[in-house]
């Protein structure tokens, strides 16, 4: 069974509260519990972790490359501009999609830059909460079909 990881960055666990206009209106435990119960329908165990501290989200992701086969990280404002989690994804070498419930391309402009969407497999934005449902099927796309594909 495949091993995930998903990690939501700062201000995330606020979600249901924050900006509903922008974020919408389900709550951070009630995502997770889709998120858990979508890759599990998949086959694969899932994990949260959250932290507003860009180094715990270093740490979680340095741990993550011995306990999972693969990562979805929503890094919030830190996409934009941590060199620091950008290197540590780089570093851990499993897989790592990036996730945004808004269109990042579509909003502030500082927004529209990720500074880690280089080291990451692939990135899904402006979905809502089914940006993380689409990641997990982008692992597991990577991890059956996408194999096949990259050998052809």
């Known amino acids: 069974m495949k091993k995930i990881l998903v990690i939501h960055g700062p ?4 979600l249901g509260e924050r900006e509903p206009g922008v974020y919408g209106t389900d709550t951070f435990e009630s995502i997770n519990d ?3 119960a979508h890759a599990l329908g998949l086959g694969m ?18 741990l993550a490359r011995k306990k999972f086969d693969g ?4 890094a ?4 934009h501009y941590s060199y620091a989690i950008r290197d540590a994804i780089a ?16 909003r502030d402009e ?12 692939g990135q899904i934005s402006g979905f809502g909460k089914y940006s993380y449902l689409m990641a997990v099927d982008a692992l597991n796309y990577k991890w059956t079909e996408g194999e096949a594909v990259d050998k052809a």
């Open 71 to 74: 990562v979805v990280l929503n």
């Open 34 to 36: 889709e998120i858990v």
């Open 110 to 121: 500082f927004r529209e830059k990720s500074v880690i969407a280089p080291v990451c497999v």
């Open 91 to 106: 570093a851990i070498k499993i897989p790592v999609v990036e996730v945004h419930l808004s269109n990042i391309h579509a």
């Open 45 to 62: 165990h899932c994990e949260v972790y959250q932290s507003n501290h860009e180094g715990e989200i270093i740490d979680e992701l340095h």
């Open 76 to 79: 919030g404002a830190y996409t």
């Open 11 to 14: 201000n995330l666990n606020l």
